[in-house]
């Protein structure tokens, strides 16, 4: 359809920063064109480690603890795989990004829901559904903080209770963390979400997805990395050879130029999506009969409409009627039905329009 104000997608619209693509043009000059290690390239693993002791204060073993992967995807990919066997369960928090309980799919496991309780303006944890949830065969929980779709965050108290929950019934937690430095409330904008790698010791049996598509504006590159216990980061470093071998070489060297010069361009980038957080919180509050949590992380809202009970339908005759894109709730698994994903990280001349239309169509009470 042409002219659609689109605000259905998960990603940035500022194209990748300058210094990033200069730095891969560079790579491919100095010769970063060969294979490299399954596990990455060692300056970036060094690189990311060093980051985790910046931004954490968390001792990482660059050699046997971090995997770089070709994205945040395929960082979930590796881990369920390496977690499960055919016939394993496994728990995933949502609404969610779906490709995590695909991943358990396809991994030929059995994927059990469990949707945040949404309690006055915040999601929560349903602690007593998941005790109810575990199975003989259960050997993974999913998690997502901050969460797309919902900008939830996981508090301190969340955060341990899911880590003693994983070691009550030695299950694998993995933490999907891509949205940690896209974060309002830490205080300072740039401050990220603080880890699970600060609660949970080395021992533990904890895995954290991360990439940098989402906060160095590099989607199509490609390039993310997989931390975990020493065991499950041979296991998956070896998986790695038979699926990618490694992620590119160049777009590695330009992870790390990300890393090491990204702040400045990173806070620019929050201040716009924190301003653009809040047109849409002041667009739909007030609206009669729409929910909307204040998001913490990441660039989505998630209103909910009382009565709604297809958003695909809604969403869809708000495409046809005012040309507005949004995704529906329904494909964020249980708990997203009766709510539309709107994501923010738009330019105002798409933002502001777009805001405007949906809150008439609402009015409207469509
Ligand atoms: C929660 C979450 N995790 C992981 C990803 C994967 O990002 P990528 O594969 O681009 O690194 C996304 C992308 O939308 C996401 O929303």
């Not at 050699?63 to 994205?71: C, D, F, L, Q």
């Not at 050997?139 to 900008?151: D, I």
């Not at 339908?313 to 249980?334: N, W």
């Amino acid at each position: 359809m042409d002219g659609v104000l689109r605000l259905y997608f998960g990603e940035s619209n500022l194209p990748t920063p300058e210094y990033i693509k200069q730095a891969a043009f560079r790579a491919m000059q100095d010769g970063f064109t060969f294979y490299t290690e399954n596990a990455g390239l060692p300056s970036l693993r060094r690189a990311i480690a060093e980051h985790y002791r910046k931004m954490h204060h968390v001792e990482l073993d660059p050699t046997s603890e971090i995997v770089v992967t070709a994205s945040g995807v395929q960082a979930i990919n590796l881990g369920i795989r390496c977690a499960l066997d055919p016939g394993d369960d496994a728990i995933v928090l949502t609404p969610a990004w779906p490709n995590g309980s695909s991943s358990v799919m396809m991994a030929n496991a059995n994927v059990h829901q469990i949707a945040h309780p949404l309690c006055g303006e915040r999601y929560r944890i349903d602690f007593d559904a998941l005790e109810a949830a575990v199975t003989p065969r259960t050997r993974l929980l999913l998690y997502t903080s901050p969460s797309n779709p919902l900008g939830w965050v996981a508090t301190d108290e969340e955060q341990q209770g899911l880590l003693d929950f994983a070691r009550k019934y030695n299950l694998w937690l993995m933490a999907d963390e891509v949205y940690d430095r896209l974060y309002y409330e830490g205080g300072k904008l740039g401050n990220p979400v603080p880890s699970i790698l600060q609660k949970a010791t080395r021992d533990d049996a904890v895995m954290v997805v991360h990439s940098f598509s989402k906060s160095y504006c590099m989607t199509g590159w490609r390039v993310g990395w997989f931390i975990a216990r020493r065991d499950m980061t041979a296991k998956a470093t070896q998986l790695n050879e038979f699926i990618i071998s490694h992620a590119p070489t160049f777009a590695q060297k330009a992870g790390e130029t990300a890393l090491a010069d990204g702040e400045g361009e990173l806070v620019s980038m929050l201040e716009r999506l924190k301003q653009n957080r809040d047109l849409c919180l002041n667009a739909l509050r007030g609206l009669p009969g729409v929910t909307v949590p204040k998001p913490e992380g990441a660039f989505y809202v998630f209103p909910r409409i009382d009565g709604l009970t297809d958003s695909f339908g809604f969403c869809k005759r708000l495409l046809e009627e005012t040309r507005v894109g949004l995704a529906p709730g329904v494909a964020f698994g249980a708990g997203g039905e009766g709510s539309i994903r709107i994501c923010y990280a738009a330019e105002s001349a798409i933002l502001e329009p777009a805001m405007e239309r949906l809150t008439k169509f609402l009015r409207a009470g469509a």
